[in-house]
Structure formats: C-alpha cells, structure tokens
C-alpha cells in the first residue's frame, strides 16, 4: 500500500487565489458587461525587452543549424550569463562573488521552494508575517512544521509580523531560529529594508549560526541610493545568506523562466557533530542532481538584460510600473486612505477604510468598482485589515482603476 506523505495534508488547498478567482467569476456572471480590473496578480503586462527578443531569435537560428546547435548546457548556467551577472549585479555594486557561487536556474519560486532541501529537519524556520507562501508551504511539505492552527499559522514556525510600527521590517526573534526568509522589497508590503536594518539581521545570523534566505526578486525596482539591492552589500553577509534573483520582474521573463541563486563559498551549515559544513557543494549537488539546466534560450535572452540597449529597456518597462504605484499611491493618498510600499517596489499595501476586514474590502471593491485587489489576509493574521494593489496593470487600466475609487461610496 503506497502511502502518501502526510505533511501535504497539513496544507489547507489553495486558498487564496482560487478564491479571489471564484469571487470575480461569480460577480461576472451576475454582471457579464462589467469590465473588471485586475490590480491583484503579481505578473507583468509589458512584453519584454526588444533586446532580448533579438537574443532568442539569434539563440533560435543557432539552435537551428549543427555547427551552433546546443544541447544540455551546464547545469548550473551558462558562462556568458553568470559572466554577465557578477560584472552587472555585483561588482558594480562592490559585491566580488565567484563563478561557482551563481546557479542559474528557471525561476525563483522554485529555488526558494528548494533551498530548504539542504538544511536539516530539524531547523527552526521564521517567516515573516504577511508572507510569500512558497517559503512556508515548503517547509510543511518536509515536515518542518507541525499542524495550521485556526489562524492559519502553522505549529513550530517563528511567525514576525511586520506592521506599520516596525516600517514592515521584523524585529529580532525573542527564541533562537535557524532558517530566516526575507523579501525585501517585499511581496506584498512593498515595503524595503534599510543597510541598518539588514545589518541587525545578519549579525542576528552570525551570532546564531543561522541562515538568512533572501529574496530579492524585486531589486530592480530599487530607486533610492541609500537602499542595498543585495544582502550581500551588508559587512559579514557572505558567511550567513543565500541570496534569490529573478528576471521575472526585472525584464518580464514570467512566462519566458529564468533566476538565479547566490550561495557564497564561505557560507557554512552544521552536521549533528557540530561540524560545520560548507553549504555552496550541497546545492551544487541538489542542483546537478535534480535540474538539467535553464533553456540555453531563456539563458540568452538574460545575457541580453545586460547589454546596454536591454539595461535601458528593463528600466523604461519598470518606469511605467513605478509610475503606476506612484498614480496609485498619490491618488489614494489624496482619497484619505493609508498607503504604504509603492516607491522602491509595484507592490502598494493599503489599510481598508473603516476597519472592514480585507475580504469585505475586496468584495466593496469589486462590486463598486470592479477592482480586483488581493485580501491582506490571504498572507497571514497581520495582513488582515489590508489589500495589496499591484502595480502592474497596463498604465490606462490603472488610471480607470483610481477613477473608479474615487466613485467608491464607503
Ligand atoms: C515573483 C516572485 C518571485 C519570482 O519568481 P519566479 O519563479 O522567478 O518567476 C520570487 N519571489 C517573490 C516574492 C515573488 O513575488
């Protein structure tokens, strides 16, 4: 009798999303004409780059002839893309990592999902709370969890809620943790993390032999100087963090795949002895066992995020989405709401007016002004009274959105 592994059933089914959809389908089939917009998924709507179009349609002419065709490439990345990567990402920033350090990969969602493979069972893991669920749901699914309580939280996990009082950057854990996931600029707070405020966490992980797992999907939409794109342009970060990239954001590769993760050589783990172990040969290991490769395709439309016509590209495709949030952070600023993120992130996180609860927001919203918008809840306790907008409706969707808030009776 094959029996199943029951961690899975510890997951209540796919809440949020499927919801949301439901909620929309009901209310178009009630109101067919209604032209519904969505300010709820985190994807993007602008084509990508011309640069890196010209990239695949070269990669798919070489692909097309045998003296140029390509096979399995190195599982860990191509050269020209982890070349282009360190010179562009890190050592303009004054981050020197090292070709062995880089794995490319078809998306971050799955390398955050994965990393937890490397680490015992054992770990103590803390999450933020709201939260992007791929960090927790991963860690249940091995069994680092005990049940979900009726708030939804699950036994043994370190939840830290981020809340306006701590500019949505959590404070220090009161108990000893081990695996630490940060998001900065967070999905879905839109808030980002000062040098100072990263800094406490890594020396946090220095001195508790823990590992900072940071997710820095959404660098790209960093504007202020004063705000590090990499934990790594933090002192002492190189021992203690694994660090996430995606070009999904960055250059719209979400249906195109392609991310990278950094695992520092120096970076160290402990064996039940206490020996410690170096992290970087694990995930080789995982990595080359497990995954065959990013397409040589995807691989070369990222080069091309690097040339100087695609750097240009990206940043006037990410523009339009900073102009959005900033539209949307203006116009529902002046409505009276409360309104954070939405400056260095396409992720605006607003406090629902008259203490409605995040779904009753959502559905005041949908049925007033056909918007779709994503219930703060859906992303843990502390994100009850909230909803995230995006940012990334196509720049004349999102000025009929805020149009249509301004009609909203409440
Ligand atoms: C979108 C997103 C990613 C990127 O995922 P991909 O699999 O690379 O598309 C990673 N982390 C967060 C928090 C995200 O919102």
Known sequence: MASVNENFLKLSAGYLFPEIGRRVREYKTRNPKADVISMGIGDVTQPLPPACIEAMHAAVDQMSRPETFRGYGPEQGYDFLIDAILENDYKSRGVQLHKDEIFVSD????????IQEVFGADNVVAVTDPVYPVYIDTNVMAGRTGPAGKNGQFEQVVYMPCTAENNFVPDLPKQHVDLIYLCYPNNPTGAVAAKEQLKKWVDYALQNKSVILFDAAYEAYITDAEIPHSIYEIEGAKDVAIEFRSFSKTAGFTGLRCAFTVVPKQLKAYAKSSRAVDV???????HTTKFNGASYISQAAAAAVYSSAGKKQCR??????LNNASRIRSSLHSLGYTVFGGVNAPYLWVKTPNNLSSWQFFDLLLNQANVVCTPGSGFGPAGEGFVRLTAFAKPENCLQALYRFAKIRL
């Open 107 to 114: 998306g971050a969602k799955c390398d955050t999902a994965n």
């Open 280 to 286: 970087n040969p694990l995930w080789l290991r995982r």
């Open 316 to 321: 006037q495709i990410i523009d339009i989405y």
